[in-house]
C-alpha cells in the first residue's frame, strides 16, 4: 500500500518557523515530484510549493523568499522549511506526490492526510 506521511505541523507565532516533512512508502521506485499545497475551512485547496526528482522548484508568490522546499530522492522525502509565518499561512497543509508504483509500472499521484499549521499573532 502506498502511503504519505506527514509531520511537522503545529502551533508557532507570527515570525517564527516551522519544518514540514512528507515521506513516501509502499511498493515505489521514484518520484517525479513532491509538494505542498495548503487549505483553510471555505477555500479551496491551494498550491504552495514543489520540487522535481532533479531539484526544479516552484512557489506560490506569497511564499517566496520564506519557504524552501527541498527533498532527499534516496528515501522519497520532500521537505518544506517554513520562516517568517504570518498568521494567512494558517491552515491544513497536504503532502502531494506523483510516484512510480511498482504494481502499475506507471507514475501515480497521491496525497497525505494534511497536518495542520497554526500561526497566532
Known amino acids: 500500500q502506498v502511503q504519505l506521511v506527514e509531520s511537522g505541523g503545529g502551533l508557532v507565532q507570527t515570525g517564527g518557523s516551522l519544518r514540514l516533512s512528507c515521506a513516501a512508502s509502499g511498493s515505489i521506485s521514484s518520484f517525479n515530484a513532491m509538494g505542498w499545497y495548503r487549505q483553510t475551512p471555505g477555500k479551496q485547496r491551494e498550491f504552495v510549493a514543489t520540487?522535481?526528482?532533479?531539484?526544479?522548484?516552484n512557489y506560490q508568490d506569497s511564499v517566496k523568499g520564506r519557504f524552501t522546499i527541498s527533498r532527499d530522492n534516496a528515501k522519497n522525502t520532500v521537505f518544506l522549511q517554513m520562516n517568517s509565518l504570518k498568521p494567512e499561512d494558517t491552515a491544513v497543509y497536504y503532502c502531494y506526490a506523483r510516484l512510480f508504483v511498482v504494481a502499475t509500472t506507471r507514475y501515480m499521484d497521491y496525497w497525505g492526510k494534511g497536518t495542520l499549521v497554526t500561526v497566532s499573532s
Open positions: 520540487i522535481t526528482r532533479s531539484g526544479s522548484t
